[in-house]
């Protein structure tokens, strides 16, 4: 049964095609040479029905080409590769062949073929591209904003902005920062010395252990549970590699997750030496399984609870391999809390509102009442035994992992679900370096070295070079249900939330994540949420989704201002 059966249901209809995408890669036609990306991936979304995620760029310098994800103040250069995301290759190739002169009036993107004037327009365009600047262009360009600039002197105005707006973005830094003359004795080192991270000094594991009392005490909210299963002796799983994208830099320091880790002291002091440096975590020593742990460090007032288990499954039966966090996981779902428990009051904003960890208490959520509305997920070794993690699920013992409700709702996730990356990467090696940046918050070559040769994160002095890493884009997640975008849940299409986004805040929108059951009228109806990947443009918004976006850095630590210029 594929997408749009009548025997499915309409979730599962709406999930499936979200699955048939995949990543491809495409040389951008000669017509988008000049283009912001912004204005480029609208006009590839509106006129093409592709989602463009990201582009090639080849610095100046002829260092290291570099994939940017959304981009801001970025034109398209000449023979760009673009990053996307679609049905089949043979889509992406739209992204080649158009041609503003032929194909602006065609309102079916399948009518965009090969035309006869490609190959002069490319030649047009590259030896545009070519001509030698005058430095005096370069001044009278620098206040020009985008939208005054005419295509001819689209090429003259790459150049302009790209000058005077590092150095604008050098001097604010020096400003905000970094002095010229950095005093390193009185400088703080918030970064590590790639600049991609968060990082502390080194601190100890007895500094870190919370009891039950204290973890009680501590006012935990909006926070990350690890229930980690292991013996003493059980092999290293790298906790650094779940922690580390959670302390990426272009997170502002208030907007960083706690991470509290529930589990046996003795394997996490083992794994301790990876963590040290990383700021806001916490580790309970105690069982995943107990409830009265669960309760200490409020478990149904995080903002996701991971289940993790390092143990070496027997040989005997593949379905045992993964009966601790399994159980883990319906243990938490069979919970119920009180909702007036550790739920603060909104005006708790006070200067002095400070939780025992030193971190400001924010109201994030209203705590779950049910176990069964915390948000989970529980990594699997054995496939089929996703059946066991939903009791209400229905789902036929033979399914697909991928055609699972647990999986589509992002409940559960397998280790076999690489070797669909490893495939994917086969045929396009690209594509595992651009979602290696989207999973792993930033990934730079040096930072690699240093993790490869064992030396762990070391701290770096904050200067203009680093802290311009900071300045990349992070997946987030929008409500429609109230803020700037709520408009857009009354009926409108998918299409205009995708314009209206990108133009106005600077954020590439990727997908919805929907609840399964839209009216939770029925008895039958439930909280959970699935995922629809790059949805048709035509598609219907409903007030209650959410919205996956590409987010754009921004300097000014403001709730929700993703104003893609700069004040």
């Given at each position: 049964m594929?997408?749009g059966s009548?025997d ?9 095609k ?6 491809y890669?495409e ?7 000049g283009?912001a ?10 006129k ?11 610095p100046?310098?002829?260092?290291d ?5 959304n981009p801001r103040?970025?034109k398209i250069?000449?023979?760009t590769?673009g ?9 992406v190739?739209?992204?080649w062949?158009f ?16 035309c ?15 001509m030698p600047?005058?430095?005096s262009?370069?001044?009278?360009t ?5 939208g ?7 090429r003259?105005?790459?150049a302009?902005?790209?000058g ?31 600049g991609?991270?968060h990082?502390?000094?080194?601190t ?6 919370l009891?039950?009392n ?7 909210n909006?926070?990350v ?8 002796d ?6 650094r590699?779940l922690?580390?994208?959670l ?10 997750k ?9 394997y996490?002091r ?9 700021p ?6 105690g ?7 669960l ?7 995080c ?5 993790l288990?390092?143990?070496v499954?027997?040989?005997?039966d ?29 005006s708790?904003?006070a ?9 400001p208490?924010?109201l ?13 997920i ?9 059946q066991?993690?939903?009791q209400?699920?229905?789902d036929?013992p033979?399914t ?15 280790v ?6 490893m495939s994917t990467?086969?045929?396009?090696q ?15 070559p040096e ?6 040769e ?6 770096g ?7 311009s890493h900071?300045d ?25 939330l ?12 990727i ?5 399964r ?8 109806a439930t ?5 629809i ?7 219907g ?7 996956y976006?590409?987010?754009?850095f921004?300097r ?11 004040v």
């Open positions: 594929g997408p009548p499915m249901a309409a979730w599962q209809n709406d999930y499936l979200g699955t048939g995408c995949e990543m890669t040389t951008i036609s000669p017509t988008f040479t283009m990306f912004s204005q480029a991936a609208e006009t590839c979304f509106v093409l029905k592709l989602l463009l995620l990201a582009i090639e760029i080849r100046d310098d002829g260092s080409r570099k994939i940017s994800i103040g970025v250069s000449p023979n590769v990053f996307f995301i679609a049905q089949s290759a043979e889509e190739k739209r992204a062949f041609c503003k002169a032929c194909h602006e009036d065609i309102k079916d993107e399948k009518q965009i073929k090969k006869k004037c490609k190959a002069l327009a490319g030649s047009k365009k590259t030896s545009l591209a070519t600047i005058k430095p262009a370069l001044k009278k620098v206040s020009m904003k985008d005054n600039t005419n295509a001819v002197n689209g003259t105005t790459i302009a902005t790209d005077p707006k590092k150095e604008k973005t050098e001097s604010r830094l020096d400003a905000d920062s970094t002095p010229n003359d950095i005093d390193f004795k009185s400088t703080e080192m918030r970064y590590d010395s790639t991609m991270f990082w502390t000094q080194s100890s594991i007895e500094d870190s252990i009891d039950r204290q973890a009680a005490m501590t006012v935990l909006g926070h549970v690890v229930c980690l299963f292991a013996d003493p059980s092999p290293l799983i790298g906790l590699n922690v580390m994208p302390r990426a830099s272009n997170f502002h320091y208030h907007e960083l706690h991470v509290v880790i529930v589990g046996a002291v003795d996490i083992r794994e301790w030496k990876t963590l040290q440096n990383l806001k975590i916490s580790v309970l020593n069982s995943p399984l107990s409830r009265a742990d309760r200490a460090v409020n478990v149904n007032l903002d996701m609870c991971v289940i288990s390092a143990k499954p027997s040989n005997d593949p379905t045992l391999a993964d009966k601790e966090a399994i159980l883990a996981s319906l243990n938490i779902k069979a919970m119920t809390f009180d909702d007036t428990i550790g739920v603060l009051n909104q708790s904003n200067p002095d509102a400070m939780s025992p960890l030193g971190s208490i924010v994030h959520r209203k705590g779950s009442v049910y176990g069964s509305n915390v948000p989970m529980t990594e699997l070794v054995n496939d089929s035994n996703v066991f993690l939903d209400d699920d229905d036929d033979d697909e992992l991928y055609l699972t409700q647990p999986f589509a709702c992002g409940t559960a996730f397998a076999s679900v690489l070797d669909s990356l990467t086969y045929f396009n690209n594509a595992l370096t651009l979602i290696r940046s989207l999973i792993t918050g930033g990934a730079t930072l690699e070295i240093i993790l490869a064992g030396a762990g994160l070391r701290g002095y904050s200067t203009p070079d680093t802290l900071r990349r884009c992070r997946v987030g997640q929008i409500s429609l249900s109230d803020g700037p975008l709520a408009t857009f849940g009354e009926g409108r299409k998918y299409q205009d995708f314009v209206a986004s990108l133009r106005n805040y600077g954020m590439l929108c997908g919805l994540y929907r609840l059951d839209a009216a939770l009228t029925t008895v039958d909280s959970k949420r699935y995922v990947t790059n949805p048709p443009f035509d598609f918004l409903l007030p209650t989704d959410q919205v976006v590409l987010l754009p921004e000014k630590q403001s709730r929700f201002s993703f104003s893609e210029t700069e």
